[in-house]
């Protein structure tokens, strides 16, 4: 059985399409995740707090997509999770269809679903956490909205860098390997390490970990 449901949205048409059991998210005909697999959204968290010594570690996860990042969150220690989705179809799909892949994590006491576009909100915020992993776009190297792009210059990596606390990590998802990327994240964040997640066709997905040290 086929299902579909089609939205227009602020930025334009935004679909959720699922078959045998299993969905997918499409942006303007451009394909951004399924929830086949999973594996390295899994890993973007688990790398990010495996950086950390803080016990009970706050966590901001910048993107909910189709769950599995959330889902792994809550499997840990972590003292609250902030998740940032600028989409509000998709916070209701995580009430629905897409509920099991979140593990239901929308009704865990830890979690909060902000719904605002994560540069806006870190711009309106003083919030500080341990953790932040992005996970907005397709990574660095394939942007679906121009505006994301910001995420990974120089100045928004900066304006990212300013509310993790001191010893705190940022942990960046991308579909391919951004050598040039590495060396900026490095610059303006700290120390980087690189992890690749092999997946079925093609190259590997890539979590980059940055560990702030001031």
């Known amino acids: 059985m086929e299902f579909t449901e089609r939205i227009r949205t602020e930025r334009g048409e935004l679909v959720l399409r699922g078959r045998a059991g299993h969905y997918e998210l499409i942006s ?6 399924d929830t086949r697999s999973g594996e390295s959204e899994r890993v973007l968290i688990r790398a990010a707090l495996a950086g950390i010594e803080q016990p009970r570690p706050r966590l901001l996860i910048g993107g909910l997509g189709v769950g599995f990042s959330l889902a792994e969150a809550v499997r840990t220690d972590a ?14 799909w995580h009430r ?13 006491p ?18 500080r956490f341990d ?11 394939w ?4 505006h994301n792009t910001g995420f ?27 050598r040039h990327f590495a060396e900026t994240l490095t610059r ?18 890539v979590v980059y970990v940055a560990s702030c040290e001031g």
């Open 143 to 146: 942007t679906v909205f121009d």
């Open 131 to 141: 953790a932040i992993c992005l996970d907005v776009d397709n990574g660095p190297g």
């Open 79 to 92: 003292s609250e999770i902030i998740v940032v989705e600028i989409e509000p179809a998709v916070v209701q």
């Open 110 to 127: 830890r979690v909060r679903v902000v719904t605002a576009d994560l540069a806006a909100w870190f711009t309106g915020t003083s919030d």
């Open 28 to 33: 303007n005909g451009v394909f951004l995740m």
């Open 152 to 178: 990974y210059r120089p100045s928004g990596l900066a304006m990212i860098r300013e509310h993790l606390r001191p010893g705190g990590v940022l942990a960046v998802w991308s579909a391919s390997a951004e």
């Open 188 to 205: 303006v964040v700290g120390p980087v390490r690189t992890v690749r997640v092999p997946v079925g066709r093609g190259d590997p997905d």
């Open 96 to 108: 629905n269809v897409l509920k099991p892949f979140s593990a239901g994590a929308l009704d865990d």
